[in-house]
């Protein structure tokens, strides 16, 4: 299916692994000219090469930390006028016990769930409406929408970007610049089986284990954890051309655990 987004510039940020590693390879499929960003330059890279062997495309990539003002200036240098912008990041740590949340912790998961991606997508709407084309996505968290305990640095912060993405989605709508958010569930990224090897170091229990204790606390119908592709593949079609009539929509992709008809 031929999304019409053939040489259409975006920014993927967050991409060097996981969610937007497999978002920026579904663009790049369809022909889209990719700049991925990302923190850590020997997996930006990593990535970036990946992606241009399995798309046989170029991909360019920035180190850039999008929390910061730094970081965000120098990926919009590297392309001032994207078509397409893609946000996301690495969860944060799980969070066992509140009382362990340092007012540190909130600031950073602040910066980067929710005003980093706040302040990218000013920088690149102007331009989206003046052209009269734009498609912005930002990734993030079912806990956005279902709140769980265990990640209150993901949801909160990500839960107040959905709302500003929703709210600011209505009056760009008449300039064709299409605003919407995924909200993940639980999904085989490198960033979670590293964040299981953090948040409990010593322990000796598999990946395999680890994934089915989660898999038994959220009762996640599918009974298994999703592939980051699939998402990926989501992504490329809230970019897409027929993505025009599609406004402010928080699309959960969790393998049935949320529990409502809306």
């Not at 930006?44 to 992606?51: C, D, H, M, V």
């Not at 730094?70 to 392309?79: C, M, T, V």
């Not at 500003?164 to 979670?192: C, E, F, Q, S």
Request: hydrophobic residues 40%; neutral net charge; charged residues 25%.
């Amino acid at each position: 299916m031929d999304l019409g987004i053939r040489g259409r510039k975006a920014i993927v940020a967050g991409a060097s692994a996981g969610l937007g590693k497999s978002s920026a390879l579904a663009l790049a499929r369809e022909g889209v000219d990719v700049i991925i960003s990302a923190r850590n330059e020997e997996r930006l890279i990593a990535a970036a090469t990946e992606i241009q062997g399995k798309a046989n495309t170029p991909v360019k990539w920035v180190v850039a930390d999008h929390s910061t003002a730094e970081g965000r200036a120098r990926l919009l240098a590297a392309s001032p006028e994207p078509d397409i912008l893609v946000i996301t990041c690495s969860p944060p740590r799980f969070t066992p016990d509140y009382r362990e949340i340092s007012v540190e912790d909130w600031q950073q998961a602040l910066a980067t769930g929710m005003i980093g991606p706040i302040e990218l997508m000013k920088g690149a709407i102007e331009g989206m409406r003046s052209r009269k084309w734009g498609r912005i996505v930002n990734i993030l968290t079912l806990a956005a929408r279902a709140p769980i305990d265990f990640r209150l640095l993901s949801g909160p912060p990500r839960s107040a970007l959905a709302n500003y993405t929703v709210a600011m989605a209505k009056p760009l709508a008449k300039d064709n610049v299409i605003l919407n958010n995924i909200l993940p569930g639980m999904h085989h990224t490198g960033g979670i089986r590293d964040r299981f090897k953090s948040d409990k170091p010593g322990k000796t229990d598999s990946y395999e284990t680890e994934v089915q204790k989660i898999i038994d606390r959220l009762q996640i119908p599918a009974g298994r954890f999703g592939e980051a592709d699939d998402v990926g593949a989501f992504c490329a079609l809230f970019c897409s051309e027929f993505a025009n009539y599609t406004i402010g929509q928080s699309l959960i992709i969790d393998g049935g655990v949320h529990n409502s008809i809306f």
